[in-house]
């Protein structure tokens, strides 16, 4: 059922319509509501009838108890005053017109229109915010790391600082990697807090696409200023033109893809290492019934960074083996993993939602959280188990958690505290120990640089493969899958039923975040997956070794997919800007504000991006076709919404087919058997 059906307002229709709209909705919830498809993943099944069994209270047992808001699930509610919240739902029976829905207002006035485009707004900044806040410590921790004024930290990738340096006109001549870091952190630090001019990576984008942000007036000047901004524009009595919030929703949604979210990606690389292909392994299974096991969760990658030298301390190992422990068992959870995975290898626990039901095994220590996406109900959970819950940042405490705060100047021993309050905890650990047996293989690491290499060797990195095989139709085209899981839809099944059919249908699939995890838990993160693919994938991840799903990193990393998406387009043979590439961007079971700034980021590249499990703005039909279809008039690339995997692969294969013809590469795709020779020669190119 397409989106757009629900809309049609002629009186005629009305009654039907209303029937579509309801059933759109209800079909979202329906899923989870029957409880037919809670999860597909059978390790987060175990746990949550073990939870179920002991009477503890987790995510997906909520979600069956509690109903979204239906009001505020479709944008309709405005708590921006004391006046209200004022509500403007659409029709909630057959008696009353989407006419008469249009005089709804809010006190002051204000349309469906001006608050579904508020609360996207609002969405936006939250999500532009938390990934700018994340590039600002990043950047604060790398220029003191550099100033040796932090211990444990120093510059990893010299390569890239010193390309870095070139891009950003820094000297380099006889200066040491530490001078040179010091002026490019602190040049990118100014991002944060300029007031006028242009983001340093915004010269990073194609030619045309910067012409098209300056032409619009959406270019971010600053980071904080564009977040700033949104707030005082959505405050009550300000700014009341949905198209005005909307357009200021794209600048500062290109203040966090090209800002924050690009700044903590390049620093970290520099600070920590590039990533590069890792093996390791992924669900509640790598948890070990006689090792210490602390999980680390969130999002900034720097006291994982310290828990993982400090795990492999022999004198830390040494002190576990004192308590009867038979090793340190350091794992992730959520972004924090991807991390820590594409750095060190290191273990996934698992995605957003298992993060509750890690600590359900009964085989936790310690979970030890940073920052983003971290459930209060760690807390309760953690009470019910022998677990300790340990905060690490000031900005996120939880009220029963144990706050520890990592101090970045005293970082291995920060490292080696918090491990120690883990390794202390072991001998709680009681009876009631139950890890499922399930664990599954994968490749990550795959960074901008590194597919660069893989595709083009050593001394000609480049994408031009790529692009040579999407021309010749062996690829049809490349489908960034991200984002986050979401207890309203059956956990991990959209992604994997989607990702399944896109490579089937020869669609390289790049990831990030959780959605990454979900298909690494059903193997499609390994080289051999690429028997799941159609005969032209199959045939070039076969020859290069690649898997037809490629793990891109954390949720922040999607700024390596505008930098991959910017050198297919400079590589040549897929047009000149970004909207031009058969390329599709999808969260389809999205749940975080950092989606919708990151979704947002994609559309205003360029990219046509397609969201399941639910739609905020659905309140406004004006908005809604405005994100819908506008906005493609406008950035080149458009929102879309759609519950069903099935059907957003279908949208994701059209639109490809669609960009393929507008570039004059749809001819009939050769079927071809190949050979070992053919194959060799496959990989040359
Ligand atoms: S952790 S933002 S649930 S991807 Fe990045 Fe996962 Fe979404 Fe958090």
Redesign the pocket.
Known sequence: MSWSLWWARSERDREQQFEIRSSLIKEVRKLAEQKKVVSIDPATIEMIEKAAAEGVSTVFERAANMRPCPIGEEGSCCAHCAMGPCRVPLPRNKEETLEEHHKRKGLCGATAETIAARGFLRKIAAGTASHGDHGREVTKIFIEAAKGEIEGFEIKDEQKLLQLALELGVEIGDRTNEEIAIDVGELLQQDFGRQEGELTFIKRAPLKRQELWRKLDVVPRGIDREVAEAMHRTHMGCDQDYKSLLAHGARTSLADGWGGAMIATELQDILFGTPAPAASQVNLGVLKADEVNVVIHG?EPYVAEMLAVAAQDPEMIAYAASKGAKGINLTGM??TA?EILMRHGIPIAG??LQQELAIVTGAVEAMVVDV??IMQGLAEVANCYHTKLITTDARTKIEGAIHMQFDAHKAVESGKEILRAAIDNYSNRGENVRIPDVKTDLIAGFSHETINYLLGGLFRASYRPLNDNIINGRIRGVAGV????NARVGHDDVHVTLVKELIKNDVLVIE????AMACAKFGLLVPEAAEFAGEGLRSVCEAVGIPPVLHMG???DNSRILIAATSMVKDGGLGDDISDLPAVGVAAE???E??IAIGQYFVSSGVYTIFGATWPTLGSKEVTDYLFKEMEGIYGGKWDFEPDPLKIAEMVINHIDEKRKALGIDKARERVLYDMEMRRELGKV
């Open positions: 999002h959520c972004c991807n995605n957003f983003q996406c991200v984002g986050c899981n990030t975040g959780c959605a954390a949720c922040i999205w749940m975080s950092k989606a």
